[in-house]
């Protein structure tokens, strides 16, 4: 007996979905230890066949792996592609899938692929990092997806740092009061902005303030000025990435799936109600919150790999 494995691989955790012939679905989603760019190939590879190893566990050593697809956040270039292909052939447990069933791709495609049939698409991710991809004809054309230093924008971690930076301000009189402030204290149980560097990891740092982007969220929903003018500046970023991919593309439809994928922009409300509203003004957007896991696309790219 064989099953399907699909794998995700975000800025924060690993989601692992092995799918038999028969019975139910196996899942495992556990934190990831970092980006591929922040640790390497090498060491997130390393950390994946640890979680590959538990599932095969639960699967039973009479279960082998027949196809395996992986979705994989910071796969954005043919170097990318080639150093994380050069660690998996490494791993026993990928080379015992059949060679013409192993495959590597950016997370976007996962997260599209489980979003919508259609072929022409686009994909906007916001999760702890951000980027967006139009594919049309089989050309694939992508923007942002740069990394926190470059990109970002509309990104957890970027409403995170700019909640940092807004209840800095507002702590040390440079800018507005903000209910921002006490919010972001009584996370980190600090007694001053100051206190919160050093409780930040160095190898983890991008994804911990990634998640503070909830607190500019809860902020936002309490109805502070400098949280909304933070959520909607991320709004704009967002809108940006999709208006010039619609730039791109040679063909002019009058509808294209977008499908909305991380869990910045599906679990941070007023960015999500944010950008599903200015959408309204493009009549081309249809836009499609993910409401399935996006491993389940990896699946679903591993079972046509037939």
Not at 86 to 92: T, V
């Amino acid at each position: 007996m064989s099953y399907l494995l699909g794998i995700d691989i975000g800025g924060t955790k690993f989601h692992l979905r092995a799918r038999p012939q028969k019975g139910r679905d196996v899942n495992l989603v556990v934190p990831a230890i970092g980006h591929i760019h922040e640790i390497g190939s090498g060491a997130l590879i390393r950390e994946l066949a640890k979680h590959v190893k538990v599932i095969q566990q639960k699967m039973g050593k009479k279960e082998r792996i027949d196809a395996v697809c992986i979705g994989m956040a910071g796969i954005d270039t043919a170097k990318d592609h080639r150093d994380v292909l050069r660690e998996l052939n490494k791993q026993s447990w990928w080379k015992q899938a059949d060679p013409n069933r192993r495959v590597l791709v950016n997370d976007l495609v996962i997260g599209l692929r489980a979003g919508t049939e259609n072929e022409n698409s686009m994909a906007l991710i916001s999760g702890t990092g951000s980027n967006a991809c139009v594919f049309e004809d089989g050309e694939q054309f992508c923007v942002s997806g740069r990394g926190h230093l470059l990109a970002d924008e509309g990104s957890g971690y970027a409403i995170g740092l700019a909640g940092l930076k807004a209840a800095t301000k507002a702590e040390d009189g440079r800018g507005p009061k903000t209910k921002i402030l006490p919010i972001m204290l009584s996370r980190f149980r600090a007694s001053e902005m100051g206190d919160i560097p050093p409780k930040l990891d160095n190898v983890r740092s991008k994804s911990q303030i990634g998640a503070l982007n909830d607190v500019v969220e809860k902020a936002a929903e309490a109805g502070d000025r400098v949280a909304r003018k933070i959520i909607k500046e991320a709004a704009d970023e967002l809108m940006l990435m999709l208006t010039t991919l619609k730039k791109c593309m040679s063909s002019r439809p009058t509808s294209i799936d977008v499908v909305l994928i991380g869990g910045t922009i599906n679990k941070n409300k007023p960015l999500r109600n944010e950008v599903i509203r200015r959408a309204r003004k493009h009549r081309w957007m249809n836009m499609i919150p993910l409401t399935d896991d996006p491993v389940e696309g990896a699946i679903k790219l591993a079972e046509e790999t037939r």
